[in-house]
Structures are given as structure tokens and as C-alpha cells.
């Protein structure tokens, strides 16, 4: 069975949801094989299913941008000639497996929310023109790499040996040519990652700037906190929180919409979410078109009656 490489992120050692979710996916390809750059809890790896981890420690890959670890992984896929290669769906990922396809001639996918075997050929599911089309995509040249979407698939426990192998790749001086000089962590806030997040929360121009409502009842339920791009735009919060087309695509389990009209830019943001629930004034705003739940109302009133029967129902 072929290897399946699985692009690992673990800020600070600590391996992602979205990771997990990669290593599961993989188990419907071939034999999964981690790459960890840096340290990374490896136990963890063999417990969902790694078989091999590929552990590259070295100072380069922090001390540049995402060329070196593009360059590294991009002669591992030379010298294993894997199935297909996994990347999370982020930033950094989506470049990452950019260089990689380029430097190996391979077909690359990127936002997939599904990936499956299909008489042979991997297959994966797309939602492109800002979700208004569904796509099934084959790559035809190479080893497919495909970048997918945080929440795509519920994480499997199954144990893999989690064999770790200490790999070490020269990279060229062309791959340093942009040198981190410095960086600083951002804030906890104690909410999960709003790209990873299992439930969102978000707000716009119905919080008319307050967005404690929004926040009390994201805490509630234990989910990250969102924001449309007239909220951020109007300054009432970080343009780093916006969901949408120019901001953030997320893809929740639930995703709760509030005082959002549901302009296009948005829902392509978020329109692949599981469930999505509505909370807006105006029963004639296009977000009801196109949520599973809806509520016609204040925030203002609907949000804390939600908060406190949360509250009320975990005890």
C-alpha cells in the first residue's frame, strides 16, 4: 500500500484537530506517514493512525518563511513517491502545497471537504464560486496534493506504530532568501481557532458594535467568535475574526449567524458549515435562504435567552 503523506501542524508541539482529521482521511488512501517539522507530541501521531513520522528538526524551517519546508517536502514526495499529499487548508498550508505541486509536477486541490476512492482514483469534493456549485476534481498528473478544509471528518482513534524517523534534506540558499527577524504569539483569548472550530459564533451589523451578546453566548457553547465584513470594517472587531470571501472561510459543525443580512462576500465564507442557525430582524434578510434554523428577532433579546438556557442545560 502506498504512503500517504500528511503535512502535520503543531504550533508549539501541540498537534491540531485539522491534523488528526488529515490522518483520518488518509487512512482512506493508503498508509499514513506524518511530517512533522520541528517538535510534536509523536505519541499522539501513532494514536491516530500514523504509521511512520517523518520528524524534521531543524532551525531553518522557523528561522525562514514556508520555502524551506516546501523544499523538504517536496523531496520527500521525490523519495517515497507517495499516493497523494495532505495539507491543512490554511495559509501557510495552502503554500506550502503550491511549491510542492509545482516542484513535483503534481495536480493540486485546494479547499476540499471531502476526499474518497473512487474506482481507484482519488477523488475529492469542492464548493467553489462562493458555494453556489458543488465540484468532484481528479488530479490526472502526479501525486495529488490536496489542501482540506478544517472539520471535514471527525478525527479516529486508531493506532498506527507512530515509527519516528529523523529526516534531514539540504536546502538551497534560494529557499532562505526571506528570514523571519522576529515574532510575537497573539493573545489568548481562550476560544478555539476560528478556522478550526467545531461551532462558530458570529455578528454584523445587528450588534450595532456590541458584540458581548455575540461573545456570552460563543462562550456558552464553547465556540469561537466571528465577524461579517461590515462589523469588522466598522471597526467593532479585529478584521482578523472576519468570515467570508476577503476574510475567513470556516466550515463548523454549527455556524450561528446574528444581525448578518447574508450579502454573497459572506456566505461564501461559511455557507459549507453542517447546520447553520439565523438570528435577524428583517424576516425578508437573505441569510434565511439559506440556514437550516432560523430565528426572527433582536440578538439583543434572542442571544441572552439562548445563553442562559445553555447555561441552564449543562448544569
Do not use: C
Not at 493512525?49 to 514556508?66: N, R, S, T
Not at 539540504?170 to 489568548?188: C, E, R
Not at 461573545?215 to 465556540?223: I, K, P, V
Amino acid at each position: 500500500m502506498s504512503e500517504v503523506l500528511v503535512l502535520i501542524d503543531a504550533p508549539d508541539g501541540k498537534v491540531t484537530k485539522p491534523s488528526l482529521e488529515l490522518l483520518t482521511i488518509a487512512r482512506r488512501i493508503g498508509e499514513r506517514s506524518a511530517v512533522v517539522f520541528g517538535a510534536a507530541d509523536t505519541g499522539v501521531l501513532g494514536e491516530y493512525g500514523a504509521e511512520k513520522i517523518y520528524q524534521l528538526d531543524d532551525a531553518v524551517y522557523a528561522d525562514y518563511l514556508v520555502a524551506p519546508k516546501a523544499e523538504a517536502l517536496a523531496q520527500l514526495v521525490a523519495d517515497k513517491s507517495p499516493a497523494a499529499v495532505l495539507v491543512p487548508s490554511s495559509a501557510e498550508g495552502k503554500e506550502i502545497g503550491a511549491r510542492v505541486a509545482l516542484k513535483s509536477q503534481s495536480g493540486l486541490i485546494t479547499d476540499a471537504v471531502d476526499v474518497a476512492v473512487d474506482g481507484g482514483a482519488i477523488t475529492t469534493t469542492q464548493s467553489v464560486f462562493a458555494g453556489n456549485f458543488t465540484v468532484a476534481a481528479q488530479v490526472t498528473q502526479g501525486a495529488p496534493v490536496i489542501a482540506v478544509k478544517p472539520n471535514s471528518a471527525a478525527p479516529e482513534q486508531v493506532a498506527g506504530a507512530g515509527a519516528v524517523e529523523a529526516v534531514s534534506v539540504d536546502i538551497s540558499d534560494a529557499a532562505k532568501a526571506v528570514k523571519i527577524t522576529s515574532s510575537s504569539p497573539k493573545a489568548a483569548s481562550g476560544r478555539p481557532e476560528l478556522t478550526e472550530a467545531a461551532i462558530v459564533v458570529s455578528g454584523g451589523r445587528g450588534t450595532g458594535g456590541d458584540f458581548s451578546q455575540v461573545e456570552e453566548f460563543a462562550d456558552s457553547l464553547g465556540a469561537a467568535v466571528g465577524a461579517s465584513r461590515a462589523a469588522v470594517d466598522s471597526g467593532w472587531y479585529p478584521h482578523s475574526f472576519q468570515v467570508g470571501q476577503t476574510g475567513k472561510v470556516v466550515s463548523p459543525q454549527l455556524y450561528v449567524a446574528n444581525g448578518i443580512s447574508g450579502a454573497i462576500q459572506h456566505r461564501a465564507g461559511m455557507q459549507t458549515s453542517k447546520t447553520i442557525v439565523a438570528v435577524n430582524k428583517d424576516e425578508e434578510a437573505p441569510i434565511f435562504e439559506l440556514v437550516d434554523f432560523g430565528v426572527v428577532g433582536d440578538l439583543k433579546t434572542v442571544l441572552p435567552q439562548a445563553t442562559e438556557e445553555v447555561k441552564k442545560r449543562k448544569g
